[in-house]
């Protein structure tokens, strides 16, 4: 059974601060790993992909990917009150594109 | 920015009766899926579907679930013979290819009574 594990939270981060979101995954074979946001009774937001070992900035976000340690990560730098939501990890091992999502890390920014 | 949209936006069904519940991709996607998040769970994978074809499906996309593109547009989700724990928020999914991402329609709330 392939999963993708995330710690639910929540994660309460001031507003400014750093947050750090972390997942890991059991499939060695994963290809492509993605963070979406999810606003509570919203669709999910794709936030940004990554394939390759390393980080993979954007903006206020930056992707880690380690695949030996199986794991993937998001920064959000100055975190502001809109961030908060919930942020899904999803992984992908199939030529289909299907994705497998993690339970989701709740994030709070307190002004 | 384009967008992927779903309807209805709520639907409430009897135990057993038929839902189809209806997505217009955007138009130069060629991937299209179907997820479903039951309140407070994980959004789970249903089905994807690639040149007119279901390319993979998960256990719970049984004989009770249908897909299909009628047309140029459109992409459908058959339920039949709905069960209470169908109900969930059902999210139609495109993507212009494989590992790229893909942009989410709003959803619709099927919620069976």
């Known amino acids: 059974q392939k999963e993708v594990e995330q710690n639910s939270g929540p994660l309460s981060v001031p507003e400014g601060a750093i947050a750090s979101l972390n997942c890991t995954y059991s499939?060695?074979?994963?290809?492509?790993f993605f963070w979406y946001r999810q606003y509570s009774g919203k669709s999910p937001e794709l936030i940004m992909f990554i394939y390759s070992n390393g980080d993979k900035e954007d903006g206020r976000f930056t992707a880690q990917l380690n695949k030996a340690s199986q794991y993937v990560s998001l920064l959000i730098r100055d975190s502001q009150p809109s961030d908060s939501a919930t942020y899904l990890c999803a992984v992908s091992s199939s030529n289909t594109g299907k994705l497998i999502f993690g339970q989701g890390t709740t994030l709070q920014v307190k002004p | 920015e384009p967008e992927v949209t779903q309807t209805p936006s709520h639907q409430v069904t009897q135990m057993g009766q038929e839902v189809i519940l209806r997505c217009v991709p955007i138009?130069?996607?060629?991937?299209f899926y179907w997820y479903r998040q039951i309140l407070g769970q994980k959004v789970e994978f249903l089905v994807s579907?690639?040149?007119?074809?279901?390319?993979?499906k998960s256990e719970i996309f049984d004989d009770q679930f249908s897909v299909e593109r009628p047309d140029g547009s459109n992409f459908t989700l058959k339920i039949r013979s709905t069960k209470l724990e169908d109900s969930a928020m059902y999210f139609c999914?495109?993507?212009?290819?494989?590992?790229?991402?893909?942009?989410f329609g709003s959803g619709t709330r099927l919620t069976v009574v």
């Open positions: 999914a495109s993507s212009v290819g494989v590992g790229y991402g893909y942009t």
């Open positions: 579907f690639y040149n007119n074809e279901i390319s993979e």
């Open positions: 499939d060695r074979g994963s290809q492509s």
């Open positions: 138009s130069n996607h060629l991937y």
